[in-house]
C-alpha cells in the first residue's frame, strides 16, 4: 500500500509539472490572440485573464482543475475587417464557436498528453524500473479520467452570467450591467410598455367623441410606422392601434432592422401576424435580402420604385438607395444627389405609372423631391417627427421611431419616444382628412398621448413645382440670366 501510495503520488506530481510545462495552446478566436493552460485548483474555475484591465471570473465546474484565458494580443487588422464587413455578422458567432472550440480541443489534447509523459518519466526517474512506470502511467490515466469527468458532469453554462471582476473591469457591472439585469430590466421596461398600449384603447374612446373630426366609418385608415429598428415593443403598438383603430393598411418607411443582416429576418415574420396588409419600403438599414425576407411574409407588399393599390390606395413605394452597414460600399448621402435622385423617381412616376394617392420613401429628402407629383408623402429616418406643406399642394409627413430608435435610445440623455401616426384617408376622392398622431413614452418613461389634426383644404389642387430655365434675352455679352 504504501509503495502504490508513492507511485500515485509522484504520478500526479509529474502530470501536474508535465501539465504545466506543456499543456499551454496559443489560440485565435476573433480578432483575439489568447492563451490557454489549465492549472490545479481546488475549486474548480474558468478565469479570463484581460491585463492591465483586470481579470473575469466564471464558477464553471467543481473539478480540481483551472482553465485560464489569457488575453495577449489583438490582431487589429482582423478587427477592423470584422467590424467593417456587415456580412462577417452572419457567420461571426459560428466562426467564434468554432475557433474557440478548436483552441479547447486542442488545449485538452495537450494537457492529456503533457500529463501522461508528465507521470510516466517522473516514475521512471523516481523508481527506475518499467512496472513501476506503467504504473505510474496507468495512475496517470486514472487521475486525468477523473478530473475530466468530474468537470464535464459539475459543467454550469449559466455561470457566464454570473462573473466575479477584479481590477479596472470590477466597475464595468455598474456602467453597463451584466447580462441578466439587462435581459431581466428590458423584460420588465416591455411588461410596462405593454401595459401602456393596451390603454391606448381607452384613449382611443375618448378622442374619437372628439368634435373636431368625426371619422367615417367608411374612411380608409392608414397606420403610419417607420424606424422600429428591431424593437419588439413595436409589434405590441401595431398590434393593439390596428385592432382598435379598425386599421386597413399598415404603411412602414423603412429601418425595420439595424444591419439588414441574416439572424434579423426573424424579427419580420410578425407582419404575417398582423392581419392586415403590411407595405414596406426599405430603409438604409434594411439589406436586399431583409426586402426579400419581408416580401415572404403573408400580407407584406414591398414596394420599390412600383405602384400597387392596397385598401382602396394606389401606393407608389421607392426603397432607399443607401445601404448604411455595408461599409465596403460607397455612402452618398450628399441632400443635392438624394434630391436629383427623387426628382428622376417623380418624373419616371408620372411618365410610367400616372396618377397615384399616396408616395412611401424611407427619407424625406428624397420624399419632398416628388412636391406636386402627389397629394401625400410619407418618409422617416430623422427619429422626429414632423409634417410639412409644401408651396405645390403636397404634404410630407416624417414619422418619428415607432422603435423608439431601438437601442440608440441608450445613446442620449432622454430616450427616444415611440411614434406612430393613424391617417384618415376619404374613401370617394381618396384625400387625407385628417390624422392622429401616437405617442409612447421612451425607455423608462410611463405617458401616452395622443394628438389629432384635421387637414385644412382636403382637396386642394396639386400644382407642379415651377421650373427654371434661361431667359430666352440675356444681356449682350456672357452667359444668359437665370
Excluded: C
Aim: aromatic share 4%; hydrophobic share 45%.
Amino acid at each position: 500500500m504504501a509503495r502504490a501510495t508513492a507511485i500515485m503520488a509522484v504520478a500526479a506530481a509529474g502530470a501536474w509539472l508535465g501539465v504545466a510545462l506543456g499543456g499551454p495552446v496559443r489560440a485565435t478566436v476573433g480578432p483575439v490572440e489568447a492563451g490557454m493552460s489549465a492549472e490545479v485548483s481546488w475549486t474548480g474555475e474558468t478565469v479570463v485573464d484581460a491585463r492591465p484591465l483586470g481579470t473575469l471570473l466564471f464558477d464553471t465546474h467543481d473539478a480540481p482543475i483551472r482553465l485560464r484565458v489569457t488575453l495577449e494580443n489583438i490582431n487589429t487588422e482582423r478587427a477592423r475587417a470584422m467590424l467593417e464587413d456587415p456580412r462577417l455578422s452572419d457567420r461571426l458567432p459560428a466562426l467564434l464557436e468554432k475557433e474557440l472550440g478548436e483552441g479547447i480541443g486542442r488545449l485538452i489534447i495537450r494537457v492529456v498528453v503533457s500529463g501522461l509523459a508528465g507521470a510516466l518519466i517522473a516514475s521512471l526517474i523516481v523508481f527506475r524500473r518499467p512496472r513501476a512506470a506503467l504504473a505510474g502511467l496507468l495512475s496517470g490515466v486514472v487521475m486525468i479520467a477523473g478530473v475530466g469527468t468530474a468537470a464535464i458532469m459539475t459543467y454550469r453554462p449559466d455561470s457566464v452570467v454570473e462573473p466575479q471582476y477584479t481590477g479596472l473591469l470590477a466597475g464595468a457591472p455598474s456602467l453597463v450591467g451584466d447580462a441578466e439585469s439587462i435581459v431581466t430590466k428590458f423584460e420588465s421596461y416591455r411588461g410596462q410598455l405593454a401595459k401602456l398600449v393596451n390603454n391606448v384603447s381607452q384613449l382611443y374612446d375618448t378622442v374619437s367623441a372628439l368634435p373636431v373630426y368625426d371619422a367615417d366609418p367608411t374612411a380608409i385608415r392608414v397606420l403610419h410606422v417607420s424606424d422600429i429598428h428591431l424593437n419588439l415593443i413595436a409589434w405590441n403598438l401595431i398590434r393593439s392601434i390596428t385592432a382598435q383603430f379598425k386599421i386597413d393598411v399598415v404603411v412602414d418607411t423603412g429601418d425595420i432592422t439595424d444591419h439588414g443582416t441574416g439572424p434579423e429576418d426573424n424579427f419580420v415574420e410578425e407582419i404575417g401576424n398582423l392581419g392586415v396588409p403590411y407595405v414596406f419600403v426599405r430603409g438604409n438599414h434594411d439589406s436586399k435580402a431583409t426586402q426579400r425576407a419581408v416580401a415572404r411574409q403573408k400580407g407584406a407588399v414591398v414596394l420599390d420604385d412600383s405602384v400597387k393599390t392596397v385598401a382602396g390606395l394606389r401606393i407608389y413605394g421607392l426603397g432607399d438607395p443607401r445601404f448604411t452597414p455595408d461599409k465596403s460600399v460607397a455612402v452618398d448621402s450628399d441632400p443635392n444627389s438624394l434630391a436629383a435622385l427623387g426628382r428622376a423617381h417623380a418624373t419616371r412616376l408620372t411618365q410610367v405609372f400616372g396618377q397615384v394617392d399616396l408616395v412611401a420613401v424611407h427619407d424625406a429628402t428624397i420624399g419632398r423631391s416628388f412636391s406636386g407629383t402627389v397629394p401625400m408623402v410619407l418618409a422617416g429616418h430623422a427619429h422626429a417627427r414632423s409634417t410639412e406643406l409644401l408651396p405645390s399642394g403636397t404634404r410630407v409627413l416624417v414619422q418619428g421611431s415607432t422603435g423608439g430608435a431601438g437601442l440608440r435610445a441608450l445613446e442620449h440623455d432622454e430616450p427616444t419616444p415611440v411614434m406612430a401616426s393613424v391617417l384618415y384617408f376619404d374613401r370617394e376622392t381618396r384625400r387625407l382628412r385628417a390624422w392622429d398622431d401616437i405617442t409612447l413614452g421612451g425607455l423608462g418613461e410611463q405617458s401616452v398621448q395622443i394628438q389629432r389634426h384635421l387637414e385644412s383644404d382636403p382637396g386642394r389642387t396639386i400644382f407642379p413645382e415651377p421650373t427654371i430655365s434661361p431667359s430666352p434675352t440675356g444681356p449682350t455679352g456672357g452667359a444668359a440670366t437665370p
